[in-house]
């Protein structure tokens, strides 16, 4: 049974930083995808970040050169660096995953992704 379990959230300034993680359980698939998704309160879910099995990245424009996604495969753990928060980016923070690598042309669409956490709550005040 695949599990994925995020920690890390918590509240923090604007311009600071926070480290979530994601503890990964039963996935033993060679070739994933897995990203970040946060959701601000009262808006639709959206992806920040991804990372295949290779370890190639993808970030969403309003994060790129603040956000980091890597992994730990021997933690099995995912992590979200993410630098210079700003109060728009509160909200509920998941990671999700899929085998078969990461498809880059349409790797935001949530529907792509069957594996969830369930989220850890990021407060950014101003």
């Known amino acids: 049974q695949v599990q994925l379990m995020e920690s890390g959230g918590g509240s923090v300034q604007a311009g600071g930083s926070l480290r979530l993680s994601c503890s990964v359980s039963?996935?033993?698939?060679?070739?994933?995808?897995m990203v970040w998704v946060r959701q601000p309160p009262g808006k639709k879910r959206e992806g920040v970040a991804a990372?295949?099995?290779?370890?190639?990245?993808n970030y969403l424009d309003a994060v790129s050169g603040r956000f980091i996604i890597s992994q730990d495969n021997a933690k099995n753990t995912l992590y979200l660096q993410m630098n210079r928060l700003k109060p728009e980016e509160a909200g509920m923070y998941y990671c999700?995953?899929?085998?078969?690598?990461?498809?880059?042309?349409?790797?935001?669409?949530?529907?792509?992704?069957?594996?969830w956490g369930q989220g850890t709550q990021v407060t950014v005040s101003s």
């Open positions: 990372i295949d099995n290779d370890g190639k990245t």
């Open positions: 039963g996935f033993t698939y060679s070739s994933y995808c």
């Open positions: 999700a995953a899929e085998r078969g690598g990461c498809p880059w042309t349409t790797v935001w669409l949530e529907y792509q992704y069957n594996y």
